[in-house]
T-cell receptor, first 112, second 115 residues
Framework: GENVEQHPSTLSVQEGDSAVIKCTYS??????FPWYKQELGKGPQLIID?????GEKKDQRIAVTLNKTAKHFSLHITETQPEDSAVYFC???????????FGDGTTLTVKP | GAVVSQHPSRVICKSGTSVKIECRSL??????MFWYRQFPKQSLMLMAT?????????EQGVEKDKFLINHASLTLSTLTVTSAHPEDSSFYIC???????????FGPGTRLTVL
């Protein structure tokens, strides 16, 4: 089955700096890669996703890049703010797979 | 964006009782719903996948007689924890997915504490 590895497990940055979280996947059939943000005591919230037919997608301060050949994808957050502090999860799946495989999460701390 | 609700948000029960958690997709029809369990500072552990009108598919190691899942309609799935014990205490999260695109939207979670 699919295996997703996420790193780093913890990341601390200064407000205004950029943060990058990377994930690798094992199943070349995977074609959908979402990123979720989870705040303490809440459910994960979808923040951005990318499909295998594109290499990059951007939404304001958040961007995701995908390298299908290397089977890795990354989340980029620019101009970080304290409210970006949370746990971020990546995931991988393929159409009609039935389920997604999640990374272990990255705890991002943005220091004011 | 799509909204998924869960009820209750928190529940405390005595050992041996059963607890039902509801998951609803509020503004879309969910062909598939998922139930996850999350321990502190850990990732999401998939418990089961349910499709409307059919039996849930449970992940290996998840007791289907203990965690009863019913997906009665395209907007409602329920998880019943039967004969709950303290080790069942956890954060339970559901998610719902439309047919296409296959994006999953998560509920806010239910904190279960079994005394």
């Amino acid at each position: 089955g699919e295996n997703v590895e996420q790193h780093p497990s913890t990341l601390s940055v200064q407000e205004g700096d950029s943060a990058v979280i990377k994930c690798t996947y094992s199943d070349s059939a995977s074609n959908y890669f979402p990123w979720y943000k989870q705040e303490l005591g809440k459910g994960p919230q979808l923040i951005i996703d990318i499909r295998s037919n594109v290499g990059e997608k951007k939404d304001q301060r958040i961007a995701v890049t995908l390298n299908k050949t290397a089977k890795h994808f990354s989340l980029h957050i620019t101009e970080t703010q304290p409210e970006d502090s949370a746990v971020y999860f990546c995931a991988a799946s393929y159409t009609n797979a039935g389920k997604s495989t999640f990374g272990d999460g990255t705890t991002l701390t943005v220091k004011p | 964006g799509a909204v998924v609700s869960q009820h209750p948000s928190r529940v405390i029960c005595k050992s041996g009782t059963s607890v039902k958690i509801e998951c609803r997709s509020l503004d879309f029809q969910a062909t598939t719903m998922f139930w996850y369990r999350q321990f502190p500072k850990q990732s999401l552990m998939l418990m089961a996948t349910s499709n409307e009108g059919s039996k849930a598919t449970y992940e290996q190691g998840v007791e289907k007689d203990k965690f009863l899942i019913n997906h009665a309609s395209l907007t409602l799935s329920t998880l019943t924890v039967t004969s709950a014990h303290p080790e069942d205490s956890s954060f339970y999260i559901c998610s719902a997915r439309e047919g296409f695109p296959d994006t999953q939207y998560f509920g806010p979670g239910t904190r279960l504490t079994v005394l």
